[in-house]
């Protein structure tokens, strides 16, 4: 066994021709796929990213998107930290989900998501590894360094 691999005559998949058993549904287009699943009750679900890459959650107000017509649910950072021991108020990089909802069509979990507002306390920070590594540079998570 040269780097890990048998012989290729010793191979039992690689090399060999595979029959493709949905080869036919996937050509003419009749395959399924769960994305093409629909069941009743369906909902969708869409989340709300953090701008900033290292800040708090102070508030959000969810009041708006909570009334909208086909919102069904909505969850954001602050209620997370009431059932879960880790912090998700806490963003360490921007994208960080601070909010999610869930609602009948994709549309109204879009605009549910816009009428979400949310306030930050925001932290310095830095882009660059250089500046990252330098002990000045503000800590993103108090226990570790910034780079590990």
């Not at 796929?33 to 900033?52: E, I, K, N, Q, W």
């Not at 969810?62 to 880790?86: C, F, I, N, Q, R």
Request: glycine share 6%; charged share 25%.
């Amino acid at each position: 066994m040269r780097g890990g691999w048998k012989p290729i005559d010793e191979m039992r998949h690689m090399t060999k021709r595979t029959l493709r058993v949905d080869g036919r549904e996937i050509v003419t287009g009749r395959a399924q796929y769960t994305g093409d699943v629909r069941p009743d009750g369906m909902l969708y679900a869409r989340l709300m990213s953090c701008p900033h890459p290292n800040c708090t959650v102070l508030s959000v107000d969810t009041s708006e998107a909570e009334a909208l017509p086909g919102v069904e649910a909505v969850w954001h950072a602050l209620e997370w930290d009431k059932w879960y021991s880790l912090s998700f108020s806490r963003v360490v990089y921007a994208g960080d989900h601070v909010a999610a909802v869930a609602a009948t069509t994709p549309a109204i979990a879009e605009d549910a998501i816009r009428l979400i507002r949310a306030e930050y306390d925001v932290y310095p920070f830095s882009v660059r590894l250089q500046d990252s590594l330098r002990a000045a540079t503000p800590r993103v998570r108090s226990e570790r360094p910034n780079v590990t």
